[in-house]
């Protein structure tokens, strides 16, 4: 069942560690056919060393195990809820990765403050709401889902694809797992970058102007950044 998704979900959650993106086991990439509506996931704390295709799992978007001897990675309702919330998301990712992480557990927005930022996240990286303790104690990783689709509210999640989830770490997304695993190595570059540029000048700004032409000649209809497909 959907053997080409396994295969590009294993190379996502690989592609992570090649990246330096994760430590242990503390990330997961997922994919979905929107066709069957079915979604491939990494497993619950298996090691990135030992994975194979066939271990992928495979859930519906209410959290049942259609095919898999192992269990889903406990992140899946939040990755399922993204799903759900966007329809255009493909593939979503989550890391620990230490920039991004260190923005999510300060609670604060990465700022779009250069031209690296704004190549490929139109606006600031939201950081989510504190959640309830009613919404930790009952369904922690759907919740979690559910607050990072209310940081979205008035913003196109497919123009900004990654969040910060406070306390947390980040979550990124993209019309394919590859897009998301992409765009998860740009938000810890842009973090990076971020935390230096604050360091150094607490009351940076950024041309609004400058925002807008980087984004568009890369994403916009008259884009011209790179080749023609």
């Not at 990135?48 to 889903?72: C, I, T």
């Not at 329809?87 to 300060?106: C, D, I, L, N, R």
């Not at 019309?175 to 607490?202: C, F, G, K, W, Y």
Request: aromatic share 6%; with cysteine; net charge negative.
């Amino acid at each position: 069942m959907l053997e080409n998704l396994k295969q590009e979900v294993l190379k996502a959650n690989l592609d992570l560690v090649k990246h330096n993106l994760v430590v242990l086991t503390w990330g997961n990439a997922s994919a979905i056919d929107r066709e069957s509506g079915l979604v491939v996931i990494k497993p619950s704390g298996v090691g990135y060393d030992d994975m194979k295709a066939e271990d992928m799992v495979v859930v519906d978007l209410d959290g049942n195990v259609m095919e898999g001897s192992l269990r889903p990675s406990s992140d899946t309702p939040t990755h399922l809820a993204i799903y759900r919330h966007f329809p255009e998301v493909g593939g979503v990712v989550h890391t620990h990765s230490t920039y991004a992480t260190a923005w999510a557990q300060a609670g604060l927005p990465i700022p779009n403050i250069g031209t690296t930022h704004a190549d490929t996240f139109h606006r600031d990286i939201p950081c989510t709401r504190e959640m309830s303790s009613r919404q930790i104690s009952e369904a922690y990783e759907a919740a979690t889902g559910d607050i990072i689709a209310d940081a979205f509210k008035g913003m196109d999640p497919m123009h900004t694809p990654a969040v910060l989830v406070r306390h947390h770490g980040p979550f990124t997304w993209g019309r394919s797992a590859s897009d998301a695993v992409h765009n998860a190595v740009v938000l810890e570059e842009v973090a990076h970058m971020a935390s230096i540029t604050v360091a150094l000048n607490p009351n940076v700004e950024m041309n609004a102007d400058l925002v807008e032409k980087h984004y568009e000649r890369k994403h916009g209809a008259n884009a011209y950044y790179g080749q023609k497909k």
